[in-house]
């Protein structure tokens, strides 16, 4: 079974719009990493949270990990369309082995 | 540096064929993986290697087979192709410190079509 969920599916905002992903692990994770992929690209890494509850900001976007360590979210201000494409957590959870989310794909309407 | 590089970019198969799909780096990373991608189910994780000489099962091994006879390459053997190996596949490698893995950099993938 799906080891981390990640929710929404889709999300279509307008340009300026705040958007949000989140994930879940029912197991505690080791640490978690944020990545990118545009349409017909391959994953590009933004980030990785390893403390409890930690909190990280680049520029418009700003990643949390939770204190339980099971969730994590992303969470992008005032949206561009510079910002279209899929993103996915990847939570470690066994010794050496990355379990990716589903992915939220990020429309920007301009 | 050349990063992550992976060949072919795409391939069709038939039913039953192997093909070996390759991935190289150059940025001397211990841990390398391939996951494959397919469609609303992000990236599963089939084989990945700590460095040369070891391999390990990921989510989804089988069908598949790796070897890691150097830092650099990682190849993934499909030993019989099945119409459910149609994905795109995506090679990744990444230091390893202190028993995590650190920022994992991917490849440009190989689509590839079972008929």
């Known amino acids: 079974g799906q080891q981390v969920m990640q929710i929404p599916q889709y999300q279509h905002v307008q340009e300026g719009e705040d958007f949000t992903t989140y994930c879940n692990s029912s197991?505690?994770?080791?640490?978690i990493q944020w990545y990118k992929q545009r349409p017909g690209g391959h994953p590009v890494f933004l980030i990785q949270?390893?403390?409890?509850?930690e909190v990280k900001k680049q520029k418009r976007l700003t990643f949390q990990f939770g204190e339980a360590k099971k969730n994590s979210s992303l969470h992008i201000t005032a949206t561009q369309t510079t910002d279209v494409g899929t993103y996915f957590c990847?939570?470690?959870?066994?010794?050496?082995?990355?379990?990716f989310g589903s992915g939220t794909k990020l429309n920007v309407k301009p | 540096n050349a990063g992550v590089t992976q060949t072919p970019k795409f391939q069709v198969l038939k039913t039953g064929q192997s093909m070996t799909l390759q991935c190289a780096q150059d940025?001397?990373?211990?841990?390398m993986s391939w996951y494959r991608q397919d469609p609303g189910m992000g990236l599963r994780l089939i084989h990945y290697?700590?460095?040369?000489?070891?391999?390990d099962q990921g989510e989804v091994p089988n069908g598949y087979n790796v070897s890691r006879s150097t830092t650099e390459d990682f190849p993934l053997r499909l030993l019989s192709a099945a119409p459910s190996q149609t994905s795109v596949y995506f090679c990744?490698?990444?230091?390893?410190?202190?028993?995590?893995?650190?920022?994992?950099?991917f490849g440009p993938g190989t689509r590839l079509t079972v008929l």
């Open positions: 940025m001397n990373h211990e841990y």
């Open positions: 197991t505690t994770l080791s640490n």
């Open positions: 949270l390893v403390k409890s509850g």
């Open positions: 990847a939570g470690q959870i066994n010794f050496n082995k990355f379990y």
């Open positions: 990744a490698s990444s230091y390893l410190r202190g028993g995590s893995i650190d920022t994992q950099y």
């Open positions: 290697s700590v460095g040369a000489g070891i391999t």
